[in-house]
């Protein structure tokens, strides 16, 4: 299984050193960027894919759960405070753990494995990709969708809607995770919020993408995917 990227999210600078050097002491997990500030944090969150936050929420300027609401597509998220007041918030927003300082080392363990066998059963559902179907989770049952039946795939906050030809499906499940399990050369992301089958494309231009006659808007950072098809 490939290193777990996280970045932490701290302006503490002794619950920076604390975590650094936590995450130091785990194998499986890769430190790329440590933040003071949940704006810094947005920044590098625009140019590069990351695993894992650990996000503290008392953050100068923008606030860890204003800052966690703000992204489309979360990766796991840590929460990392003195405060136990925002743990129910912090779950309602699907955060992977909930850690209260001062943040002992076994603490920190459960939940980064917590993080680890999330990441496993993704690389078990990316197995699929050298098959022409998946099985989605849908209503509390397990769901066969061709790949040749996908038109594309919508972001609705913690869920996804897969718009087939047949009908819609709703999954819990980020893009994030649906992109990493569909196989590339068929699919394209070309907006936060939406994957597009390749074969359903129609017609194209520099704002839009027509697939089965529905006009998806392509994301600013997205136009170079299209013109590469």
């Not at 300027?61 to 966690?68: D, E, P, V």
Request: proline share 3%; with cysteine.
């Amino acid at each position: 299984m490939s290193k777990i990227k996280c970045i932490v999210v701290e302006d503490e600078p002794l619950a920076v050193k604390v975590l650094v050097d936590y995450i130091s002491q785990v194998p499986f997990l890769e430190l790329k960027g440590t933040f003071k500030d949940a704006i810094l944090a947005t920044e590098f969150l625009r140019e590069h894919i990351v695993d894992l936050i650990f996000l503290d929420i008392h953050l100068p300027k923008l606030k860890g759960m204003a800052f966690l609401k703000t992204l489309v597509d979360p990766p796991a998220v840590v929460i990392t405070t003195a405060y136990h007041q925002y743990a129910v918030e912090g779950f309602n927003l699907n955060v992977t753990d909930y850690l209260l300082k001062p943040i002992e080392f076994e603490r920190f363990l459960v939940a980064v494995n917590k993080v680890r066998t999330a990441q496993a059963e993704k690389d078990k559902m990316t197995d699929s990709q050298e098959k022409d179907f998946i099985f989605l989770n849908v209503q509390k049952k397990k769901v066969k969708i061709l790949f040749s039946e996908i038109v594309f795939i919508e972001s609705q906050r913690e869920y996804i809607r897969i718009v087939t030809t047949k009908k819609d499906y709703i999954s819990k499940m980020s893009t994030h995770e649906i992109e990493s399990i569909l196989p590339s050369n068929l699919f394209k992301r070309i907006h936060r919020s939406f994957i597009v089958s390749v074969s359903k494309i129609e017609s194209y231009t520099a704002e839009a993408v027509e697939v089965n006659g529905i006009s998806i808007p392509i994301g600013r950072g997205y136009k170079d995917v299209i013109e590469n098809l």
